[in-house]
Structures are given as structure tokens and as C-alpha cells.
């Protein structure tokens, strides 16, 4: 792998996104994070390009919206080039019983976590189809595969996602642009000193950084053997 691919990773907070953002400017790569909060992101693409030492710049942007997710990947493609990796990991949460359900409650859960990842996921694919290379991940969970009861507006958008990753590899593919979509079946630990971790067992929360080290492996993965769809969990987790 060259030291200066380019990657996007939108959906950044101080979680998992950030977590990917570092592996992969750690890798040496020049990353683009994005969120809808300036402020937030202006302060994570700082405090990654301080740790790291590379080339991280923060962009705000809604993946909801059309024009700016067009702008965002004509902005990096002009200042960096076509973009080697793109993640996706924004989406919207919340629960909510289907007796008090409101349709614009589940249409922004849907556009947040369905429509973002259409978005997002075809301007990589335009960006990469012409190189013939690249690798587009998108972030799922358990619900991506099980609808619990009060989380249908996160499940119906999570299944959605899904499929669209696996329409997106059969396509895409033959073209030589990796989709991948990475089922994460567990809380996930925001920093080591997490509040939840005295009132469980510290093993009972994924690690962000292992998880982003899951993510740059789909992406250096020889094109022989590549994966679509990989699940992942803490050792304690039931499924």
C-alpha cells in the first residue's frame, strides 16, 4: 500500500469514527472526516492530525443532503485525488413504540442511516469506477438483521443499508471496488474511561480501535479473497 492513499470517513465522532479516522492516518493515509456539527469535527480532524501526525481534514456536511455530499467528494477529489477507501458510518437512533410511531420520525431514521449510505456510497463508486479500484465500508449492527421490539425505525433503515451493500458488491465488484459491510453486534466503548464499564464487564464493550483495525484489513484485503458482510461482537456477547 502507497503512504498517501486518500480516504473519506464520514459519520465521525469521538467513537468509532474517530477510531477509523486515526488507524487510517496512522496508516498514512490523508483522511477526510465529516459530521453535521463544525465545531465537533473542526475539533476531532485537529486532535487526529495532532496524534498522528498526518494530513486530516474536517468537513461539515448532512449526508442527507444531496448537493453537499456531491460538493464534499468534488472537494477531496481536487485537492487529494479519487478517493482509495470510503466508510460510512453515519446513522440515526432511537426508539420508539409502533403505537406512538410518526412518519417523519421514521423517515429521518431512514434518511439518516439508508439514504446517507446510497448517497455517500454512489459518489465513491462514481469516484473509483474509473480507476478500477478502491474500497467503499459501510457501518451496520444487530439490527441490520433482527427488528427488536420499539426499534422498527432503526431496523427498517438498518435492513435497508444492508441491502444496498449487497446489490452495491454484485454491481461494483466485477469493477474492482470492494463493498464490504461490517454487522457490529454490541455496544461499542467510546474512550477507556467510559462510564459504562464499572457497571459492566469491561470485556462487554467492543474496543473502537480493534474495530477500525477491522475496517483497514477489509480494505487491504487482496481482491482474491475479498469479504462482503463480516459480524463482529465482544467474547461476552449472546447471539
Not at 496508516?27 to 494530513?55: F, H, Q, Y
Not at 465500508?137 to 420499539?150: E, H, Q, V
Request: proline fraction near 4%; include cysteine; hydrophobic fraction near 45%.
Amino acid at each position: 500500500m502507497t503512504e498517501r492513499q486518500v480516504a473519506i470517513v464520514t459519520g465521525v465522532g469521538p467513537g468509532l469514527g474517530a477510531a477509523i479516522a486515526r488507524c487510517f492516518a496512522s496508516a498514512g493515509m490523508k483522511v477526510a472526516v465529516s459530521s453535521r456539527n463544525p465545531a465537533k469535527i473542526d475539533a476531532i480532524a485537529k486532535s487526529l492530525a495532532d496524534e498522528t501526525g498526518a494530513t486530516v481534514v474536517g468537513h461539515a456536511i448532512d449526508v442527507t443532503d444531496e448537493a453537499a455530499v456531491i460538493a464534499h467528494f468534488a472537494a477531496v477529489q481536487a485537492d487529494w485525488g479519487v478517493p482509495d477507501v470510503v466508510v460510512f458510518n453515519a446513522s440515526g437512533y432511537g426508539t420508539c413504540s409502533i403505537l406512538e410511531a410518526t412518519a417523519e420520525a421514521f423517515e429521518a431514521q431512514w434518511r439518516a442511516g439508508c439514504l446517507g449510505g446510497f448517497l455517500v456510497g454512489r459518489e465513491a463508486a462514481k469516484a473509483m469506477a474509473g480507476r478500477g479500484s478502491g474500497s467503499i465500508l459501510f457501518t451496520g449492527a444487530t439490527a441490520s438483521i433482527r427488528g427488536s421490539a420499539k426499534y422498527f425505525n432503526f431496523a427498517s433503515s438498518k435492513f435497508a443499508l444492508r441491502a444496498l451493500t449487497h446489490s452495491m458488491a454484485r454491481e461494483l465488484g466485477p469493477l474492482g471496488i470492494h463493498i464490504a459491510h461490517v454487522l457490529i453486534d454490541g455496544e461499542i466503548r467510546l474512550k477507556p474511561d467510559d462510564p459504562r464499564t464499572p457497571e459492566r464487564d469491561a470485556d462487554a464493550l467492543l474496543d473502537p480501535d480493534s474495530l477500525a483495525e477491522l475496517y483497514y484489513q477489509l480494505h487491504t484485503q487482496e481482491r482474491s479473497c475479498w469479504t462482503l458482510e463480516t459480524d463482529v461482537r465482544p467474547s461476552v456477547e449472546s447471539f
